[in-house]
């Protein structure tokens, strides 16, 4: 024991002193210039300087770039002396990988200086009167703080008459233009922060270019630049005035969510005594027990209950008999007995199903021909469970037409009284942001077309639990995403958080008399059995359907453990064969030994996805 302790104490040092080796290793990025010269035909020339101090040892460098750029290369050179030709530089060996570029050099505790150079395409719109390059270095994947960021664009004439400069997604930079071009600054361009630049210049200066749209944008441009610095002006006081609006709303919710709870006809209000629940649950079919707790659906496991009903009706007999596979061990027969009473078209697909095997004491089967048998070849394994597949899909059909398993619940009117206020108001929050928010003029139309396409979707289903929950999963995203990260939104999406949360716990149905006091008592009998405080008692019969009950609601092994503890268990072998051993029975009924649970019928497939490229570009820079 104290040697393991000491391997323990061992280990555990060497995983600390591993975190704290790799917790010393560090870089930063000291200094980038970018300089950025866009071509009469629209492409640009970019050149990139960047400035890295390690902390340790590092095998290279990344920079991810999200447009269409070609040419990408890299190189080393000495600080301050930058040649006119790469040629006379190191060269790096660069690799590509999802618009990510690794470039391998080996660095430890020193500063080092890259030039990295590419052509971007593909970026640049040409109208008849003005020409448009809006794009991002860096944006929020970017995981490395920048110092001393500068970009230089430059307009293919190098002149900057009749320019206009826009940044948006940026309050930390600074925008101003030069003789020959714009310039970006930035003394710390903070990691998940995005720096988009707009830079609008004669549309004549791209020369070898065709037009991209042949329509004037400059006043739609201009009217949309105006129109974010308005709205960019007042966002803190608009996002203010919606505040107290939606905390109220969230207080409303979750008393209105308590209550619906306490009214819901859903509730069970008779008689809670374990007593009580005990006598409906041993009363019940165990197959409809079986489809009551599966919210009314068979799993593949349902033919269990499928046969232990059959039993305690009596037209099956269970016996346990030595297996006919592995020499020692057992396993269950079921005998189908040939003069008992009718059976409807469920029981008699299960016996054609299963029975194939007949003697003297007639049609029977075995649950060892059932199970996972790794001896035999993954074929056979496969067609076995294609097999059991159709055909438990067959019998689940039957079964579930039965004419007592049809209406066993009702919508409830009043989850509509819910959803439908909940809905109106989500698209009027919704639609407050995209009116006081700085998103594009396209977005302020498309979004709420989106949003109310989506509502009214969901208020011609109002009472589909479904339905409502999908409608809010969408209308959080697109709050998270499309907004500003402000408390309003944060309050917002709490909002639709607990909306989503409420309509999804909150049934939207009812179950009707008789059916809701089964329903409750196989919830309060499966806690029973799960905690061992279902009891034995001294009837072996009853205590074999009990322990029927536990397997169907999955707490067979539970207990079983209990019933091992009988004193006459031993003696009950041939009368009672699931108490002869009670352990190895609930095991040997267990859903994870049937072949079913191999039959992967369906093969997974996993398609690469690759990122394409952005003309709006973005993208980072790292080290590894």
């Not at 004439?157 to 071009?181: A, I, P, V, Y």
């Not at 079921?334 to 009718?342: A, D, G, R, V, Y």
């Not at 909002?495 to 309509?503: G, K, N, Q, R, V």
Request: proline share 3%.
């Amino acid at each position: 024991m104290k040697r393991l302790t000491y391997i323990g104490i061992i280990m555990l040092s060497i995983f600390v002193l591993a975190g704290w080796e790799d917790g010393e290793r560090s870089f930063t990025i000291d200094e980038v210039n970018i300089d950025a010269q866009i071509n009469e035909d629209g492409t640009i020339d970019v050149q990139e300087q960047f400035s890295y101090t390690f902390n340790g040892s590092f095998e290279g460098v990344t920079r991810s770039i999200h447009s269409g750029d070609q040419n990408f290369q890299a190189f080393l050179f000495e600080d301050g002396v930058l040649p006119e030709k790469t040629s006379n530089l190191e060269s790096l060996k660069v690799e590509e990988e999802d618009s990510t570029y690794r470039i391998f050099t080996e660095s430890s505790n020193e500063t080092k200086h890259v030039l990295y150079t590419y052509t971007i395409k593909g970026s640049v719109n040409k109208y008849p009167d003005i020409a448009e390059f809006k794009y991002a270095f860096f944006d929020n994947s970017n995981e490395t703080d920048l110092n001393n960021v500068q970009i230089v664009i430059h307009p293919p004439n190098q002149k900057m008459e009749d320019t206009h400069l826009f940044l948006h997604e940026d309050e930390s930079g600074n925008l101003s233009n030069s003789d020959n071009g714009l310039v970006y600054t930035n003394s710390l361009l903070e990691a998940g922060e995005a720096s988009m630049l707009r830079f609008i210049f004669p549309a004549g200066q791209l020369a070898g270019m065709e037009l991209t749209k042949d329509s004037p944008m400059l006043d739609k441009i201009l009217a949309e630049e105006k129109d974010y610095t308005e709205r960019l002006e007042n966002l803190d006081a608009n996002m203010g005035k919606a505040v107290p609006i939606i905390w109220g709303l969230i207080g409303v919710l979750i008393l209105t969510t308590l209550l619906v709870f306490f009214i819901h006809p859903y509730r069970y209000r008779g008689n809670k005594s374990e007593d009580a629940l005990m006598r409906i649950l041993e009363q019940t079919d165990p197959l409809f027990i079986k489809y009551l707790q599966n919210s009314l659906h068979l799993p593949h496991d349902s033919f269990i209950a499928g046969l232990f009903s059959l039993k305690q009706r009596g037209i099956v007999n269970l016996t346990e008999v030595p297996s006919a596979v592995k020499e020692g061990d057992r396993t269950f027969r079921f005998t189908w007995i040939k003069e008992n009473k009718t059976v409807d078209m469920a029981d008699a697909f299960l016996q054609s199903w299963l029975f194939t095997k007949s003697d003297s004491s007639g049609d029977y089967f075995l649950l060892e021909d059932l199970l996972d048998n790794k001896d035999e070849a993954d074929k056979v394994i496969k067609e076995k469970a294609e097999q059991f597949e159709a055909n438990f899909n067959r019998w689940a059909v039957l079964v579930e037409g039965r004419e007592d398993y049809q209406g066993l619940h009702r919508k409830w009117k009043g989850y509509s009284l819910l959803s439908i206020p909940l809905l109106i108001i989500s698209f009027i929050l919704y639609n407050y942001f995209v009116t006081i928010d700085t998103v594009s003029q396209t977005a302020q139309w498309v979004l709420p077309l989106i949003a109310g396409l989506l509502t009214v979707v969901a208020l011609i289903f109002n009472r589909n639990k479904w339905v409502n929950v999908i409608y809010y999963f969408i209308i959080l995203m697109m709050t998270l995403i499309g907004f500003s990260f402000t408390s309003a939104v944060i309050l917002a999406s709490v909002f639709y958080f607990i909306t989503f949360a409420s309509l999804l716990i909150i049934p939207d149905y009812y179950w009707k008399n008789g059916v809701k006091e089964i329903n409750y008592a196989t919830f309060k009998g499966y806690w029973l059995f799960i905690r061992k405080r279902y009891p034995t008692g001294p009837d072996p019969s009853t205590l074999e359907r009990r322990l029927e009950y536990a397997i169907v609601l999955g707490a067979g092994e539970k207990y079983g453990e209990q019933c091992g503890n009988a004193e006459q268990a031993m003696k009950w072998n041939n009368t009672y064969p699931l108490l002869h051993n009670p352990v190895h029975a609930t095991t040997s009924f267990s859903p994870s030994n049937l072949i079913l649970y191999t039959a992967a019928l369906s093969s997974t497939s996993s398609m690469n996805s690759t990122s394409s490229p952005s003309s709006t570009g973005g993208g980072g820079a790292g080290a590894f």
